[in-house]
């Protein structure tokens, strides 16, 4: 039997071959590895700045081993030795100390002055930090898609939509453009994040720190630290990290998610409107009974993975920056669910982009929502009059549209009549709803260019 198929989670079950990433950077093998790489960089630390004469040239060795590459072997370990400590940290302290049995003087240096907060905050800033250029990289395939689409429909003249109903037209590509544009925000907003940790102790006074060592600048030997893994430094905090950066991260995920969410949701609206048609594969199956159908399944699988991904942030930005005074452990089963967000998104970013790789726009279907539906020219009418200075211009016009058809005939006729200025009658005679796009074309183009 597949064992896969016992899996509790889809992520690792139907998913799995869809969040390999997410895996690699947020699994619990990947949270262990962090956890040894800190705590072999720190013992360095320490050795170098306050033990130099125990640095003899094969402990020097094993360490430059080790903060190079971290042997699964060793990670197996740390889960062994937490069956009997119950403690993950813990666990991970007495593997790494298991590494230098030649020397109990450098076993006993082994998470020197630290508590599992200072590994933990530090763990978890690398595993944010090393996933970051991979989420940049997920956003910028789908701004990517989306501009390609975009310029290939910039000028497909379409009815645009208002609460559901007809609205002056627009074009196909610049609605496309329209989300490729907000998700260049968030990216560049995305792009600025710094991640941080705390390092002082127990509750990050440095309490054994100075009685140790009262002549050492705390602070400093802190700061340079993590700056060798690109962190930056909390430097008042409670046992823990506060974690306001990664709410700020995680809301800025959650509108990354809800940009996407809308893009899904129109697109599914297009493709039921007939404005966009569905490559079809051979062999897929759109139902079980209706073998006609070519389903958006692609977007409606990326419309629930986002939404699973937001529920998971927002609970996440919620959960993290509370914690009862010093610190409880309510946030520690939370972090771990880090990935599970970043998994959803995974996902659906690879689902939408194969969506998005289906599309073919239905010109046809298009062309014809707009063929002499002369009442979305009823804006322009109406703009017309008010520069004329008829103040009831608006009113005129809205008692020959709402709610109606308005034919070529009628338009020109409401032209004629209620107009006086020859000019403005020349401009409003020569207009269809199929030229009446204002600047969309333009903005269809990429940002940069417009």
Same mark, same amino acid.
């Given at each position: 039997?597949?064992?896969?198929?016992?899996?509790?989670?889809?992520?690792? +079950? #139907?998913?799995? @071959?869809?969040?390999?990433?997410?895996?690699e950077?947020?699994? *619990?093998?990947?949270?262990?590895k962090?956890?040894?790489?800190?705590?072999? !960089?720190?013992?360095? /630390?320490?050795?170098?700045?306050?033990k130099p004469?125990?640095l003899n040239?094969?402990?020097?060795?094993?360490?430059?081993?080790?903060?190079?590459? &971290?042997?699964d072997?060793?990670?197996? #370990?740390?889960?062994?030795?937490?069956?009997?400590?119950?403690?993950?940290?813990?666990?991970?302290e007495?593997?790494?100390?298991?590494? !230098?049995?030649?020397?109990?003087?450098?076993?006993?240096?082994?998470?020197i002055?630290?508590?599992?907060e200072?590994?933990?905050s530090?763990?978890?800033?690398?595993?944010?930090?090393?996933?970051?250029?991979?989420?940049l990289?997920?956003?910028?395939?789908?701004?990517?898609? $989306?501009?390609?689409?975009?310029?290939?429909?910039?000028?497909?003249?379409?009815?645009?939509?208002?609460?559901?109903?007809?609205?002056?037209?627009?074009?196909?590509?610049?609605?496309?453009? &329209?989300?490729?544009t907000? $998700?260049?925000?968030?990216?560049?907003?995305?792009?600025?994040?710094?991640?941080?940790?705390?390092?002082? +102790?127990?509750?990050?006074?440095?309490?054994?720190?100075? $009685?140790?060592y009262?002549?050492?600048?705390?602070?400093?030997?802190?700061?340079?630290?993590?700056?060798?893994?690109?962190?930056?430094?909390?430097?008042?905090?409670?046992?823990?990290?506060?974690?306001?950066?990664?709410?700020?991260?995680?809301?800025?995920?959650?509108r990354?998610?809800?940009?996407?969410?809308?893009?899904?949701?129109?697109?599914?609206?297009?493709?039921?409107?007939?404005?966009?048609?569905?490559?079809m594969k051979?062999?897929?199956?759109?139902?079980?009974?209706?073998?006609?159908?070519?389903?958006?399944?692609?977007?409606?699988?990326?419309? %629930?993975?986002? %939404?699973?991904?937001?529920?998971?942030?927002?609970?996440?930005?919620?959960?993290?920056?509370?914690?009862?005074?010093? #610190?409880?452990?309510?946030?520690?089963?939370?972090?771990?669910?880090?990935?599970? +967000? /970043?998994? /959803?998104f995974?996902?659906?970013?690879?689902s @939408?982009?194969? +969506?998005?790789?289906?599309?073919?726009?239905?010109?046809?279907?298009?062309?014809?929502d707009?063929?002499?539906?002369?009442?979305?020219?009823?804006?322009?009418?109406q703009?017309?009059?008010?520069?004329? %200075?008829?103040k009831d211009?608006?009113?005129?016009?809205?008692?020959?549209s709402?709610?109606?058809?308005?034919?070529?005939?009628?338009?020109?006729?409401?032209?004629?009549?209620?107009l006086?200025?020859? *000019?403005?009658?020349?401009?409003?005679?020569?207009?269809?709803? *199929?030229?009446?796009?204002?600047?969309a074309?333009? $903005?269809?183009?990429?940002?940069?260019?417009?």
């Open positions: 039997m597949n064992d896969s198929l016992k899996n509790l989670s889809p992520l690792d +079950g #139907r998913y799995q @071959t869809k969040t390999k990433k997410t895996r950077l947020f699994s *619990e093998f990947a949270l262990i962090q956890r040894i790489k800190v705590e072999i !960089f720190w013992l360095n /630390y320490f050795l170098t700045n306050f004469e125990l040239e094969k402990i020097q060795e094993k360490i430059n081993t080790l903060q190079k590459n &971290v042997p072997p060793l990670i197996e #370990r740390v889960k062994e030795i937490e069956n009997t400590t119950n403690h993950d940290v813990k666990a991970v007495l593997a790494v100390a298991e590494q !230098f049995e030649e020397s109990e003087e450098i076993q006993s240096l082994v998470h002055f630290l508590t599992s200072d590994i933990n530090l763990s978890y800033a690398l595993m944010l930090k090393n996933a970051h250029p991979i989420l990289a997920w956003i910028d395939e789908m701004i990517i898609a $989306l501009e390609d689409l975009a310029e290939k429909n910039k000028e497909v003249t379409m009815l645009a939509r208002t609460h559901g109903q007809p609205a002056s037209p627009t074009t196909l590509g610049k609605e496309l453009n &329209v989300f490729a907000r $998700l260049k925000k968030e990216k560049r907003f995305l792009s600025d994040k710094k991640f941080y940790a705390k390092w002082g +102790g127990a509750t990050a006074n440095y309490n054994p720190h100075l $009685l140790a009262p002549e050492e600048d705390w602070i400093k030997h802190s700061k340079e630290f993590l700056s060798n893994f690109g962190v930056k430094f909390t430097k008042v905090a409670t046992q823990i990290e506060p974690h306001d950066y990664m709410a700020d991260l995680f809301q800025n995920i959650q990354v998610n809800n940009i996407m969410l809308d893009l899904t949701q129109d697109v599914w609206s297009y493709i039921a409107f007939d404005y966009f048609s569905l490559k051979k062999n897929e199956v759109g139902s079980s009974t209706m073998p006609h159908k070519v389903n958006p399944i692609d977007f409606e699988n990326a419309e %629930g993975n986002l %939404g699973l991904s937001n529920a998971i942030f927002s609970h996440l930005a919620d959960k993290l920056t509370v914690s009862r005074l010093q #610190r409880d452990l309510s946030d520690s089963t939370v972090l771990r669910n880090i990935g599970t +967000g /970043y998994g /959803y995974e996902i659906a970013q690879s @939408t982009l194969k +969506g998005l790789s289906k599309l073919e726009a239905n010109t046809i279907e298009i062309s014809k707009l063929d002499g539906r002369y009442e979305l020219l009823a804006e322009a009418l703009s017309f009059l008010r520069l004329e %200075g008829k211009g608006y009113d005129q016009v809205k008692s020959l709402r709610g109606m058809k308005m034919d070529k005939d009628i338009y020109l006729k409401a032209v004629e009549e209620l006086d200025n020859e *000019e403005h009658k020349k401009i409003l005679r020569s207009l269809t709803p *199929e030229k009446y796009k204002g600047l074309s333009a $903005l269809a183009k990429k940002e940069d260019e417009i």
